[in-house]
């Protein structure tokens, strides 16, 4: 008897033990939860930002272009920056990519790309690569990117990153972007995200008849004014849009500037 109710005893003791650590289990996987979330924890985390910049940064200003507000949900931009600042890959302000060069705000992107108005058959000719954030954006709504960045180590990350993000119809080369890509123009539309005092020349000879060409133009120092270009007899048709400020075009651009 005496025997019996001692193992009892130690039976009991090992059923405390095994509760207190099944708490004890579930606390620390609680805790991990919020700690440490799982990837499909973040994945839903940046899906909800994208809603909330695009509800808040742009349909409450004037981004109406549906295909525009879907493609911004759509492309990761959180990808598109160094791992520092992925926690503000949303938010309303440019970020640096490195090489003295930033990422646009979204509603510059959204606003630059609504303007060329882009449809699924028509080529687009890219200055400035940067991350590769606006050729990404680009690529859901025309055939073909064709980009070019005059840094090499940002054309060669932007390319690399497109490519791992199977960004099929976008290809980018390093040059000088003030001369264009003639071995693909004509081009439907050209979309220049640096700032330059004049239009390059090039730029208006690939541009396709009836096409759009938009960019920054005027101070490259100080302001521009965001300026979009629609070649119409093969005179440019010139449409003021609003106030920004961009890095400037250096390469030929800058060297004109000086002269």
Known sequence: MTSYMIEIKRDTSRM?????WMVTGIFFLSLSFFLFPSSSQKKDSYTQMRKNMVQSQLKARDITDERVLEVMKKVPRHLFVSPRYKNQAYEDHPLPIGEGQTISQPYIVALMTQYLDVNNDEK??????????????????????????IRE???????????????????????????????????????????????PPSLMKQLKEGGKLIIPLGSVRYFQTLTLITKVDGEPKVKHISGVRFVPMIGEAQKRDRQ
């Open 124 to 149: 687009v000719l890219e200055i400035g690569t940067g991350s590769g954030y606006q050729a990404a954006v680009l690529s859901h709504l025309a055939a073909q990117v064709y980009s070019i960045e």
């Open 16 to 20: 405390k033990m095994r509760r207190k």
């Open 153 to 199: 180590k940002l054309a060669q990350k932007a390319a690399q990153r497109l490519n791992r993000l199977h960004y099929d119809n976008v290809m980018v080369k390093c040059g000088d972007g003030y001369f264009g890509w003639e071995k693909h123009a004509p081009f439907d539309a050209i979309i220049v995200t640096c700032a330059a005092n004049h239009v």
